[in-house]
C-alpha cells in the first residue's frame, strides 16, 4: 500500500530554518506530482508547494512562502522535501506531504512545525 512519512518538522525561533523531508513506499514515485499543504490552527488545511513529476520539476509555490520556501525532489531516495526559510509565526502548522498522479490522491501523516516568537 503507499505511505508518505513526513520528518523534520519541530520548534523553530522566528527567522530560522527547517528541511522537511517526505518518503513515498508502493508507488513509483517518479510519476507523482509532489506537493507540501498546511494546516494552521483552527484552519483550513492549504497548498504551500508543489513540483511537477520527474522529467518536468515544475515548481509552483503559494505566494506567501515564494522566495522563502523551497521544493525539490530526489527520485533515487523517493523523497520529496520543503526547506524552509526565514520561518515567520504564521507557518505554524501541521505540513503533510501529497502526492497526486494517474493513480490516486495520497496523504502523508503530517508533521508539527511551530515557529516562536
Known amino acids: 500500500q503507499v505511505q508518505l512519512v513526513e520528518s523534520g518538522g519541530g520548534l523553530v525561533q522566528v527567522g530560522g530554518s527547517l528541511r522537511l523531508s517526505c518518503v513515498a513506499s508502493?508507488?513509483?514515485?517518479?510519476?507523482?506530482?509532489m506537493g507540501w499543504f498546511r494546516e494552521p490552527p483552527g484552519k483550513e488545511r492549504r497548498f504551500v508547494a508543489a513540483?511537477?513529476?520527474?522529467?518536468?520539476?515544475?515548481?509552483y509555490y503559494e505566494d506567501s512562502v515564494k522566495g522563502r520556501f523551497t521544493i525539490s525532489r530526489d527520485n533515487t531516495k523517493n523523497t520529496v522535501y520543503l526547506q524552509m526559510n526565514s520561518l515567520k509565526p504564521e507557518d505554524t502548522a501541521v505540513y503533510y506531504c501529497?502526492?497526486?498522479?494517474?493513480?490516486?490522491?495520497?496523504w502523508g501523516q503530517g508533521t508539527q512545525v511551530t515557529v516562536s516568537s
Open positions: 513540483i511537477t513529476w520527474s522529467g518536468h520539476d515544475t515548481t
Open positions: 501529497n502526492a497526486r498522479g494517474h493513480f490516486g490522491d495520497y
Open positions: 508502493g508507488l513509483t514515485f517518479s510519476r507523482y506530482a
